[in-house]
């Protein structure tokens, strides 16, 4: 999948959704204990060179306006990977990620991988060092400009002749129209429209009815840096005080210190300001420096509700076309789907809505509507098989795979990065494996830095759970791999109860556990 700021790999997808749960969730509502202490995410580990080469995944974020000459993109790295790295593991000709070189994954922390794995970047390839074996992600690196216009010689010619046809065009056809008009007896039968298109009324449940009520209350995101690299991606309004809601990786260049605005359909610019973000969960609220009273936020929906096959419209600016409309379906739900956040250090989780509207760089952060207009997804990441890389003069498109994180989760987090400013995390408190594997998350022997593999007096330890068990199933989505239970976690609150089934000595056990909490992304 492509994003629009540099990072780093994207771990391995599985191959198929988790099944889903027979009776759909209640909304997302807000979460308790926000100040509960948590494990920090870990820093994703630089990757070998040499890894194997598959599909590129990348965030749909900004598209690059503020990137240098070499496209703004991180330096590729050596070393030793991190303790309680964030690697998503590399499973070769897997869509939902990109990947970086091959090498075994290591042990995450609670509720986080960890250990050696493949890094790359949204869309740059990754530096040297152990990981999991996977594509390699690249960034996108601008836009293509365009054709020079002929100055000189026939191309002046052939703009001459255009000229003078029209010209003679238009002298026939008011000749003609002066004719037609003397020798009009009255048995015309030509119709004409009682209104001019731009006058028409268009029905709420069309497309262009939702657009017309939409449009108006997303906004362009320009991010700047303090050393002046950046990109544009999208957001939406979320209330009436201002706050704007979007991907994290959007804005992760402005986070210290550096320069937001946000620009509406008609024009109007507003300096904004970094709320909070979650990078974790790859999304972020701005504020508008004052704001208008006459903000509009838009309706969200009920992403537990949407089925496959339901229309989809999304809203961005791709490549920088601000306000651009495109439509689709929804493809699949509860896809896990793992990236970099854009800053090199951390990976982001989610069970995804995956549709096939036209996603690109710079629909980052925009609103995936449904038929009635209501919010069901912020668009975030989409695959890609274009070999644009850093500096290049091509780019990553979209080829009808683009990922939403559902707006039930978005909705608690934002609400809490509104109240507290940090994201809340739901936790089991064990370390599990991020080796290839469809058989479920295996929880390590030894922990992230040395730590337990078990989380004392945790969730986990308090329900049984021991270091070799493998989990297979939470509640009744199937997990299949360490990346996809921690994104089928954080579609929880903390103190959810949840079912863990997993697998010890050849038997398959169930039990139930409370969900805790962790606050904050480090």
């Known amino acids: 999948m492509s994003t629009e700021n540099e990072g780093t790999a994207v771990p391995p997808a599985p191959s198929a959704p988790p099944v889903p749960v027979d009776a759909p969730a209640a909304s997302a509502t807000q979460a308790s204990d926000a100040g509960a202490p948590t494990t920090p995410v870990p820093p994703v580990p630089p990757t070998t060179p040499g890894g194997a080469q598959g599909p590129e995944l990348v965030h749909a974020g900004p598209g690059p306006s503020y990137a240098s000459a070499e496209g703004g993109a991180p330096q590729q790295g050596a070393g030793a990977a991190p303790e309680g790295g964030w690697p998503p593991p590399q499973v070769p000709g897997t869509p939902p990620y990109g990947g970086g070189a091959e090498g075994a994954g290591g042990a995450g922390g609670y509720d986080a991988p960890g250990g050696a794995g493949a890094t790359g970047g949204y869309d740059a390839p990754g530096g040297a060092g152990a990981g999991g074996a996977g594509p390699t992600g690249v960034w996108g690196a601008g836009y293509q400009q365009p054709a020079p216009k002929p100055k ?3 191309g002046g010619l052939v703009a001459a002749v255009l000229v ?6 238009g002298l026939g056809g008011g000749l003609g129209y002066t004719l037609a008009k003397d020798n009009d007896n009255g048995s015309s039968t030509t119709v004409s429209a009682s209104d ?13 009815g939702v657009a017309q009520r939409a449009l108006p209350s997303t906004v362009t ?3 700047e840096s303090t050393n002046g690299e950046g990109g544009t991606g999208t957001g939406f309004v979320f209330d009436k005080q201002g706050h704007i809601v979007t991907n994290n990786h959007v804005v992760a260049d402005a986070v210290d210190g550096g320069k937001l605005t946000a620009t509406f359909p008609d024009g109007k610019k507003y300096d904004a300001e970094v709320v909070g973000h979650a990078q974790g969960y790859d999304v972020a609220v701005i504020k508008l420096k004052n704001a208008p009273n006459d903000l509009r936020p838009l309706t969200l929906g009920n992403s537990d509700q949407v089925a496959v096959g339901d229309s989809t419209i999304a809203i961005g600016a791709p490549f920088g076309l601000s306000n651009t409309v495109t439509t689709g379906i929804i493809s699949a739900k509860n896809r896990p789907v793992a990236s970099s956040d854009g800053s090199g250090s951390n990976a982001s989780y989610m069970s995804a809505l995956q549709t096939d509207a036209s996603i690109n760089p710079g629909n980052s952060g925009g609103p995936l509507l449904d038929a009635q207009g209501n919010v069901i997804g912020i668009n975030s990441a989409i695959q890609s098989t274009g070999s644009g890389g850093l500096g290049g003069t091509s780019q990553s498109g979209s080829i009808g795979l683009g990922f939403a994180i559902p707006i039930n989760q978005a909705k608690y987090v934002a609400q809490q990065l509104i109240q507290t400013g ?9 370390s599990v494996s991020l080796e290839d594997s469809s058989g479920g998350a295996k929880i390590t022997t030894e922990g992230a830095g040395g730590s337990a593999p078990v989380e004392a007096g945790g ?6 759970l021991k270091p070799g068990d493998v989990i297979t199933k939470l509640d009744d989505s199937v997990i299949d791999s360490g990346p996809t239970l921690i994104g089928e976690i954080w579609t929880h609150k903390p103190g959810d109860q949840v079912k863990i089934t997993y697998e010890r000595d050849g038997k398959t056990h169930t039990v139930s556990l409370t969900l805790g909490s962790r606050t904050g992304d480090s």
Do not use: F, M, W
């Not at 001019?196 to 262009?208: H, I």
């Not at 995390?425 to 064990?430: E, F, S, T, V």
């Open 152 to 154: 000189n010689g026939r």
């Open 221 to 223: 995101i320009e991010a």
């Open 459 to 464: 969730p986990a330890a308090k329900a049984g």
């Open 422 to 430: 940090k994201p809340v995390y739901a936790k089991i408190g064990a």
């Open 196 to 208: 001019s298109g731009g006058s028409v009324k268009r029905d709420a449940g069309t497309v262009a």
């Open 164 to 169: 003078a046809a029209l010209v003679a065009g």
